[in-house]
């Protein structure tokens, strides 16, 4: 637990404004740490409170699952992406609320209730597509260990919450706070060779000679961008594609994204302390049509959040949907016009660009929408550090982060990892949500 003096110099460390500074303030009270996730995060501070509200009412509130089922749960999701940093927090947390510290010797010794969850678990977090009614049926009629449709609800909100914060962590390369295992005072090498320290302070980025050289080779990346938005803009007051042209475009998007690597697509060492905590390791994101398979198109159209999902989740589990809405909204809308060092520049075309290119990676398509807008505002070293950090977010390094968009601020890093945060999160919710409204109909 940190002490008031250690607290006092994180946030003096961290630079942030006062309303960041209140938001922590609150969070430290209420759990007596500060972790570095919500340091990050503290650049956006608007964002921050919803996610604190948001993660709050899951772990703490009352709800269908228990405290300590919660946190195991949590375990779980982290660990299908070898988030050690997550797991070991809700270790932490597992154990203060009661749980049973033999169910952390590995998934087999939890209760047959929670193995069952396993499978659920695996294809979420790697292949939401292949999420069937059969998998809600098999839980939800196990006899003695079925889960109650309200249980069910919190549990998806749940794996979907900590595999998509999963992908933050590792974006933002967060390490242990100071006074964890593996913390730190100064700014020692992590697994991705920065930390929360670096990107609190704008350290490590553009410090060096190497660096300052290739910001004077970047120079105008940003105006190419912004030019590239007024030409769409332009094309789009001048002439709308067809539905069939919009169609097309969408295969052609979702099939280059299949083609997109992910860092090199190098093989991870899982260690033992993670991997313990799931079944089936081996098991990891697949591209849709790798192997002659073929998963239809889901259409937003036929199954939204707004028309289906956000009911569906505020009938079985009581606000959560508000929750849900709120904060997907914060993130999607947030915006201070702003993009690197030009002010008054209207943003909404390039997150909605970020927003969809992450949707077509699920296989989610949009009818409204033009993504052949994606090809020219995302280039190939931001698609891969987009495809790293969603899909499989612990291959994910510092070069990564380092290579795209070069010239903006860590501030608006942070940001678009939070767009990429909870694209992936309503991605897979609506995938899980999608099979419960099937089993119920």
């Known amino acids: ?62 709800g269908p699952l228990s405290l300590h089922y919660r946190h195991y749960i949590g375990i779980m999701a982290a660990a299908r992406h070898q988030c050690s940093y997550l797991v070991n927090l809700h270790v932490n947390d597992f154990l203060q609320v009661g749980g049973d510290p033999k169910w952390l010797n590995g998934l087999d010794g939890a209760p047959q209730k929670l193995q069952a969850l396993g499978e659920l678990n695996k294809i979420l977090a790697h292949r939401p597509w292949l999420l069937t009614k059969a998998h809600i049926e098999h839980l939800l009629k196990a006899e003695e260990h079925s889960w109650s449709l309200a249980e069910l609800i919190h549990a998806v909100v749940l794996l979907t919450h900590y595999h998509s914060l999963a992908s933050f962590t590792f974006g933002c390369g967060i390490t242990p706070e100071i006074h964890s295992d593996g913390g730190h005072t100064l700014r020692p090498l992590s697994l991705s060779q920065y930390c929360v320290c670096d990107i609190a302070n704008g350290n490590g980025h553009g410090n060096n000679l190497e660096e300052r050289r290739s910001s004077h080779q970047v120079s105008g990346e940003v105006e190419v961008l912004m030019e590239r938005m007024k030409q769409l803009q332009e094309c789009r007051d001048e002439e ?181 945060m909870e694209a992936r999160m309503q991605a897979e919710l609506l995938y899980a949500l999608r099979a419960i409204t099937c089993y119920m109909t």
């Open 1 to 62: 637990m940190y002490s008031l003096a250690l607290w006092h110099q994180i946030l003096q460390v961290s630079k942030v404004d006062l309303r960041a500074q209140s938001i922590f303030e609150d969070a430290f009270a209420a759990l007596g740490r500060l972790d570095n996730i919500s340091l990050v995060m503290g650049f956006h501070p608007q964002y921050l409170e919803s996610f604190l509200r948001t993660q709050h009412y899951l772990l703490q509130m009352d």
């Open 240 to 420: 709308e594609a067809s539905q069939e042209e919009m169609a097309t475009r969408f295969e052609r998007e979702k099939t280059e994204s299949m083609l997109v690597a992910t860092a090199e697509e190098e093989e991870c060492v899982q260690s033992r302390d993670v991997s313990r905590h799931f079944e089936d390791p081996s098991y990891g994101y697949k591209d849709f049509s790798r192997r002659g398979e073929h998963v239809p198109t889901f259409r937003v159209q036929d199954y939204s959040w707004e028309d289906h999902g956000y009911s569906l989740v505020n009938r079985l589990y009581p606000d959560v949907g508000q929750l849900l809405d709120e904060k997907f909204q914060m993130a999607y809308n947030l915006t201070y016009n702003t993009m690197a060092m030009h002010k008054d520049v209207d943003t909404t075309m390039l997150r909605r660009a970020i927003w969809n290119y992450i949707h077509c990676m699920f296989g989610i398509r949009y009818d409204d929408y033009d993504y052949g807008e994606i090809n020219q505002l995302l280039d190939r070293s931001f698609k891969v550090y987009i495809k790293t950090m969603v899909c499989s977010p612990e291959k994910t390094t510092k070069r990564m982060y380092e290579s795209f968009w070069r010239q903006f601020q860590h501030s608006e890093k942070v940001h678009v990892n939070l767009l990429l």
